[in-house]
């Protein structure tokens, strides 16, 4: 893949992290074609969130806010959320890119490390992944990043949605040495990609 592609303007406002890294892989899949705050918006109008105003502040809130209840009410985790969502093509974006590989850990304990070895590997051949870590104190909650492989530059990258510290693209293994909770493998839509394996 070609990182140079990958946007680096937007950076969350709101407790989205989850649906904005989805949003970022999107963007790079579709080539610019959706657009991560119209992909927000779509989220707003498809579950009628009702921001309280039309600031960015309050229609990501608006989305976290739905996301969680609906995953709650549900018995649902997050990145299986978005993988059903994705499959039935609620955003448009299933004709640019296919959910390979899902894995999530119900008891909020991390994957083993096969998995990460596992994506490392694919992600060598092109696709992203958005990945839910445990942050460090002091906020001692989960977060979600997008990760990648530049095969141009020969070197694994993070985005961060939060672009913290000014950072957009950090070019590090992150996979090496890090915990993960839960992933979804995404690649290029190809014709003959048609199932989804839940790991």
Same mark, same amino acid.
């Given at each position: 893949m070609n990182s140079s592609k990958i946007d680096v303007n937007y950076a969350q406002t709101g407790n989205i992290c989850v649906f904005s890294s989805y949003a970022i892989i999107m963007n790079y899949f579709s080539k610019n074609r959706k657009n991560i705050c119209e992909l927000i918006d779509r989220y707003i109008q498809e579950f009628q969130t009702n921001p309280a105003s039309n600031t960015i502040l309050d229609k990501e809130n608006?989305?976290?806010?739905?996301?969680?209840?609906?995953?709650?009410?549900?018995n649902l985790r997050g990145f299986q959320f978005i993988a059903s969502r994705h499959k039935m093509n609620l955003f448009s974006t299933?004709?640019?890119s296919v959910p390979v590989n899902v894995?999530? @850990?119900?008891?909020?304990l991390p994957l083993n490390r096969g998995h990460n070895i596992?994506?490392?590997r694919k992600l060598r051949k092109g696709g992203l992944a958005m990945i839910l870590l445990h942050n460090t104190p002091p906020t001692n909650g989960f977060h979600a990043i997008v990760i990648g492989f530049d095969k141009h530059k020969g070197g694994y990258f993070y985005r961060n949605p939060t672009r913290n510290n000014g950072q957009v693209l950090v070019w590090v293994d992150f996979l090496k040495n890090n915990d993960i909770f839960e992933y979804i493998l995404f690649e290029r839509f190809k014709k @003959?990609?048609?199932?989804?394996?839940?790991?």
């Amino acid at each position: 893949m070609n990182s140079s592609k990958i946007d680096v303007n937007y950076a969350q406002t709101g407790n989205i992290c989850v649906f904005s890294s989805y949003a970022i892989i999107m963007n790079y899949f579709s080539k610019n074609r959706k657009n991560i705050c119209e992909l927000i918006d779509r989220y707003i109008q498809e579950f009628q969130t009702n921001p309280a105003s039309n600031t960015i502040l309050d229609k990501e809130n608006s989305v976290h806010q739905h996301y969680h209840r609906y995953c709650h009410a549900n018995n649902l985790r997050g990145f299986q959320f978005i993988a059903s969502r994705h499959k039935m093509n609620l955003f448009s974006t299933l004709r640019y890119s296919v959910p390979v590989n899902v894995a999530v @850990n119900a008891g909020n304990l991390p994957l083993n490390r096969g998995h990460n070895i596992m994506l490392k590997r694919k992600l060598r051949k092109g696709g992203l992944a958005m990945i839910l870590l445990h942050n460090t104190p002091p906020t001692n909650g989960f977060h979600a990043i997008v990760i990648g492989f530049d095969k141009h530059k020969g070197g694994y990258f993070y985005r961060n949605p939060t672009r913290n510290n000014g950072q957009v693209l950090v070019w590090v293994d992150f996979l090496k040495n890090n915990d993960i909770f839960e992933y979804i493998l995404f690649e290029r839509f190809k014709k @003959n990609i048609k199932h989804i394996r839940h790991l």
